[in-house]
Structures are given as C-alpha cells and as structure tokens.
C-alpha cells in the first residue's frame, strides 16, 4: 500500500517511497525483463541476491498504484555529497508514457531546493537514445563521454561506450527562470 508516511515524493501521476520488503519480488520481475535489461547487462536477469540494492525508490502509479520500477537520486559510494546520480529503470509496460521524464524532473528540482546538491549527473551507453532523451528534457548535457566498463561489454552497443550527462544548480536555477 502507498502510505502518505512512506511516500518519499509525489508527482501528478507518480508516487515514489522507499522499498519494502513485500517490493522484492516486483524488483526480481524487473530485472529479469531482458528487454529492460538490453542496454545493462546485455538483458541477462540481475541475480536476486544482487537486486535489493540501497537508495531505490520504488515507483507506483499513484492512481491505479501499479508498479512502474525504480528511481535513485544518490551520491556515488565513496563520492561528493553534493554529486548525486540521478538513474531510474522502468518496466516495459511504463515506458513511452512520460515517467521517466516526470519524475526524472522533480527529483532534480528536490536535489537543487531541498538537499544540499551542486551537480545531478546521470549515465547512459551510447545505443539508450530513450534514456538520453529523458536527461536532455531535464536539462542535462553531455559533459563526457564514458568508455563501457568490463562487467558490460557483451552489452550491445558496448563498442560505442556511453555517456554521462549532467546539470548544475546554476544551470537548473537559469533554466528555470527563464521559463518563468
């Protein structure tokens, strides 16, 4: 159940909360779609012992309250705090419908207003045009290009490498108000 207690934040269509325990099988379920998998592990299933990661959100519909996947909006482990990673995966039956890019933007405007964030960056191989897509409509730019790390080159598209994308505070706070 979505308890206004548990809710970390809500958008018009999405309501994100930390994961519980009953949340574990729907991550299993996720992880094991290799269409969702392609551009991650080459759509091989994550081990389930591996998938209870930290720092995910789970994301349900907030009307019909169905599972649409996950959202991260972390510093890396041994990273600035004021660097946080801004990565979400969706299952396939929520992707072209806009929670990418919903979310996606109010978890940058809650890094930039209520924490302590100087830069949310995000990352993406090379061939995950939809992925891009969502950080570009946030206002993320490219600020480098990533080679693909070991545990992922039999990824398609692993050649290509990747990319990560970024936004400052001023940078957001510019776009904002030029929006008005």
Same mark, same amino acid.
């Given at each position: 159940?979505?308890?206004?207690?548990? !809710?970390?934040?809500?958008? /018009?269509? +999405? !309501?994100?909360? @930390?994961?519980? @325990?009953?949340? *574990?099988?729907?991550? +299993? &379920?996720?992880?094991?779609?290799p269409a969702v998998m392609r551009y991650l592990s080459g759509g091989e299933p994550t081990p389930p &012992?591996?998938?209870r990661e930290r720092g995910l959100f789970a994301a349900y519909e907030t009307?019909?309250? *169905?599972?649409l996947g996950w959202f991260c909006l972390r510093p890396e482990r041994d990273g600035p705090l004021d660097e946080v990673e801004l990565g979400?995966?969706?299952?396939?039956?929520? =992707?072209?419908?806009g929670y990418a890019t919903e979310?996606?933007?109010?978890? +940058? *405007?809650?890094a930039f207003t209520d924490m302590d964030v100087r830069v949310v960056w995000g990352a993406t191989m090379a061939l995950n045009h939809a992925s891009q897509r969502v950080m570009e409509? +946030?206002?993320? !730019?490219?600020?480098e290009p990533l080679p693909t790390p070991e545990d992922m080159l039999a990824v /398609?598209?692993? &050649?290509?490498?990747?990319?990560?994308?970024?936004?400052?505070? /001023?940078? =957001? /706070?510019?776009?904002?108000?030029?929006?008005?």
């Open positions: 159940m979505l308890a206004a207690v548990d !809710t970390y934040l809500r958008t /018009e269509r +999405v !309501t994100l909360r @930390p994961f519980g @325990p009953d949340d *574990a099988d729907l991550l +299993v &379920e996720l992880d094991s779609d &012992e591996l998938v009307a019909g309250r *169905a599972f979400y995966r969706l299952r396939r039956a929520a =992707w072209g419908h979310v996606s933007s109010a978890l +940058v *405007a809650t409509k +946030v206002g993320m !730019t490219v600020t /398609e598209g692993a &050649e290509l490498g990747g990319y990560r994308y970024a936004i400052t505070r /001023e940078q =957001w /706070e510019r776009r904002r108000a030029a929006r008005g």
